[in-house]
């Protein structure tokens, strides 16, 4: 398809427990990006792929926060023993290509997935 | 990336065209200027981007200062769904590929 899918839209999970994010991207879209929205208007990138490959991961909490974007599957965010400053926006973006000119250069975000940890 | 600079906040009259600023004063030359907009409970959209000239497509036009050190974002007749955040972005093609998100302007639309 031509959007980038999230699911779920919304996501509620107590201290300690496990969530799970996933995102389809846009078809022929070679990268995924997932970024999170603490506070409004604040972004945070986490983690990229090319195919099934972690491109760039310099965001990433690494004790508890995973990826994964495996062939024929949603990419999938995982975090392990949710705290309560996980709570915020989730965002997935896809992209045919990562520089250059042209109408295939800019990135598509998915609505989102918003996740609040009580 | 190299910093932007946008104010918080603007408004404008519907029907009205608005004009959102964005200063960066330290682009390099490979830089090219994107801006995105945040709708309400949705993910940033792409809006527009360009190089030195100025561009035009059909949800804006982007003016680029003759230095490159600012632009600016016009929205030629402000409808109500025009009200989101905007994201000005500098994404050098040689280096760093990451967009990079300030605070951006956020945008009210009056009736």
């Known amino acids: 398809g031509e959007e980038v899918a999230q699911t779920p839209k919304h996501l509620v999970r107590g201290e300690g427990q496990k969530a799970k994010l996933y995102c389809a991207p846009i078809?022929?879209?070679?990268?995924v990006f997932w970024y999170q929205q603490v506070l409004k208007n604040e972004f945070k990138f986490l983690i990229s792929?090319?195919?099934?490959?972690?491109?760039?991961e310099t965001g990433m909490p690494k004790e508890r926060f995973s990826a994964k974007c495996l062939p024929n599957s949603p990419c999938s965010l995982e975090i392990q023993a949710t705290k309560l400053e996980d709570s915020a926006v989730y965002f997935c973006a896809s992209s045919q290509r990562l520089t250059g000119q042209g109408p295939n250069y800019g990135y598509t975000f998915g609505s989102g997935t918003r996740l609040t940890v009580v | 990336d190299a910093k932007t600079t946008q104010p918080n906040s603007m408004e404008s009259n519907e029907e009205e065209p608005v004009h959102l600023p964005c200063n960066h004063s330290t682009i390099s030359g490979t830089d090219y200027i994107h801006w995105y907009r945040q709708l309400p409970s949705q993910g940033p959209e792409y809006v527009i981007h360009?190089?030195?000239s100025n561009v035009n497509n059909r949800m804006a036009s982007l003016a680029i200062a003759e230095d490159r050190k600012s632009s600016t974002l016009i929205l030629h007749r402000a409808t109500l769904r025009d009200a989101a955040v905007y994201y000005c972005i500098l994404r050098d093609t040689g280096g760093s590929y990451i967009p990079t998100f300030g605070r951006g302007t956020s945008l009210i639309v009056h009736p």
């Open positions: 360009g190089l030195t």
């Open positions: 792929f090319q195919n099934e490959n972690v491109f760039d």
């Open positions: 078809k022929g879209h070679s990268y």
